[in-house]
């Protein structure tokens, strides 16, 4: 069993910046490759960044360059450093961890809500 327990969302004005946290717990194989999704109001859930345990990165065309993704092995957490955000980032983001970039099987965490509004 994994838990993702999700950190930092909020209310931040276009072109401020924000930090996510998600800190795994359980079967550490589990969360090899930990990433974020988010899911604005009628879309459907995407990808948005996500990392290997060895430090591979990938990101979505849409954040490259404003979002950095990083994690804490010792600490079985990751993060995401957003900036320049615009309203259109605004969603829930959830953090999700799977064993491999392709596994099927997956974790997801509850979810934290970022909003970019002036």
């Known amino acids: 069993q994994v838990q993702l327990v999700e950190s930092g969302g909020g209310l931040v004005q276009p072109g401020g910046s924000l930090r996510l946290s998600c800190a795994a717990s359980g079967n550490i194989f589990s969360f090899n490759v930990m990433g974020w999704y988010r899911q604005a109001p009628g879309k459907q859930r995407e990808s948005v960044a996500a990392?290997?345990?060895?430090?591979?990165?990938i990101y979505a065309d849409s954040v490259k360059g404003r979002f950095t993704i990083s994690r804490d092995n010792a600490k079985n957490t990751v993060y995401l450093q957003m900036h320049s955000l615009k309203p259109e980032d605004t969603a829930v983001y959830y953090c999700n961890a799977k064993p491999h970039f392709t596994a099927s099987i997956d974790y997801w965490g509850q979810g934290t809500q970022v909003t970019v509004s002036s």
């Open positions: 990392i290997s345990s060895g430090g591979t990165t």
